[in-house]
Structures are given as C-alpha cells and as structure tokens.
C-alpha cells in the first residue's frame, strides 16, 4: 500500500471516530476531504500552520484530532519556533479567567506524531520551567519531556488588541502546553489533545488548540 492510501486510510478512520463522537469532522479532523486532480489521480488537501482548532475545556474527554502537513521552510531560514498551545478568549478587563486559571490550570493529554512510510513516529514534547532564584540574573530555565504525554497549561501572555474596557471577547489568554524537541522538517505530522478535567469555571469561555509561531508579549 502506498503511503498516500495509508495516510488516506488513517485520515479516513480519524473523520468517521470523530462523527461517531457526535462531533463535525471538519472541526476535530481538518483536511480529510477528497479533490480530483486533472489526471484523476486522488489527493488529500491538509492543512497547514497555523493551527486554530475549537476546543472546550469546561469538560473531560473532549478531544482534537487533526493531520496537518508541515511545509519547507522559508528561503534562509534554519528553524521555526511555533507555540503548541491554548487561546481563549474572555471580556477586556475581566478577572473570572485569570482567576479560574489560577485555581485550576488546565491539564491535558498532548501528543505529536510524524507520518513516515504509513507508520506514526512518536516526536517527544518538552515543557520548561525557571530554576533561578529570585532576583537572580539571568534567569536560567529546565527543559524536561512532559511526563507520561500530560501537559499543564501555563501563562505566555495577554492579548487586550487595544479593546476598550468591558468588550466581551476583546482580549485572548494564551497559554503554552509544550514545545517540540526536533527541527520543523517537511512532512505530514499528528497531534492528539483530550481534556482531561471537568472545569466548569471555563464552560462559559470560547477556546481554541493553536499550534502558531511564537509572538512576543504585549
């Protein structure tokens, strides 16, 4: 089988278990759709970075399950650093989100796969965290592979995007998950998310799993 109908095939049994979730195909499994070519040759049309997939995260068990193909790098450029993590959105001004983070921060089950020759290869995902003491300088941070594939969301920054005080869903919180231990090659890769908690402190907030470059904090 060639690895064109493999990769069909596993885009194919993604889109049906996430129908038979009871959930759109098109949110959870993007680009499983079919196109006919002048030569009538079949291809599949996946999508590409960045990543913006609906994801709730008031309940357990939600999950997001998407293929995405990775293109060649830019002309000159060795590396990319992209951000696999959260976006939710909440009211400019508004505390209930960071507090409802800071007494329950997110967990979930993360993981990245890179499609080769019909088989999925595990890429491990690392998180990092300051082990400088206060007032120390400059600061100096620990690179560890998160344990067992669970991954706690941390604060990156805050989005307001100059919305006037109140605007419900003028500001973003974006939270990191994790970051990928291997250069961006070309390829056609898989990543995994599922809820792992009820929070029902997020049910009211509208949230998204992004895999983005990296922006710098405003």
């Known amino acids: 089988m060639t690895t064109f109908l493999k990769i069909l095939r596993r885009l194919t049994m993604i889109a049906a ?8 195909p ?3 499994a993007q680009g499983a759709n079919m196109t006919l070519t002048a030569s009538n040759e079949q291809s599949v049309k996946l999508p590409r970075p960045p ?33 696999i993590g959260l976006r939710i959105l909440f009211t400019t001004g508004d505390l209930s989100l960071r507090d ?15 499609i080769e020759d019909g088989k999925e290869v595990r890429i491990p995902l690392f998180d990092s ?12 941070y620990e690179t560890f592979e ?16 100059g919305a006037p005080e109140g605007t419900p869903n003028g500001s973003t919180r974006v939270l990191n998950l994790a970051h990928a231990s291997t250069a ?10 599922e809820t792992l908690e009820d929070i029902p402190a997020l049910s009211g907030f509208t949230s998204f799993f992004v895999y983005e470059k990296y922006l710098k904090a405003k």
């Open 184 to 193: 961006v090659t070309p390829g056609v890769d898989r990543f995994q998310v």
């Open 51 to 83: 990543l913006k997939i609906p994801m709730p995260l008031g309940k357990a068990g939600y999950k997001v399950d998407v293929m995405f193909e990775v293109p060649r790098l830019p002309r000159r450029a060795t590396h990319l650093s992209h951000l």
């Open 17 to 24: 278990a996430v129908a038979g979730a009871g959930r759109s």
């Open 146 to 161: 998160i344990p067992e594939g669970i991954a706690t969301a941390s604060g990156y920054y805050a989005d307001h995007s």
């Open 100 to 114: 409802a983070l800071e007494a329950h921060p997110v967990k979930v089950r993360l993981s990245l796969h890179r």
């Open 26 to 28: 098109e949110i959870n």
């Open 129 to 140: 965290k300051r082990v400088s003491g206060f007032g120390e300088y400059p600061y100096r």
